[in-house]
């Protein structure tokens, strides 16, 4: 692969990559209420483990949550970084 390529390639995966400021938890949260939380009937929703969906995020590389300037960050969309 040419540098030039790579840099590309580099370029356009970080478009589908966003930095949420704050731990993975919470970041796992809000995009499953943005994404998935409509789709379960209200009754449903308050068995939502949002626990274990974090840690499957976690776990499959989806999201990674790392400090920097003292202050926690989550990237989003990590696995195709």
Do not use: S, W
């Not at 949420?20 to 499953?32: I, M, S, T």
């Not at 009754?43 to 300037?69: P, S």
């Amino acid at each position: 692969m040419t540098p030039c390529f790579v840099a590309t390639e580099a370029k356009r995966k970080a478009d589908d990559a966003t930095i949420y400021q704050g731990n993975l938890e919470d970041a796992a949260e809000e995009l499953f209420d943005d994404c998935y939380l409509y789709q379960i009937p209200e009754h449903l929703q308050a068995y939502v483990d949002y626990e274990r969906f974090a840690n499957d995020c976690r776990m499959t590389g989806d999201m990674v949550e790392f400090e920097f300037g003292g202050k926690t960050y989550t990237l989003t969309n990590a696995v195709g970084m």
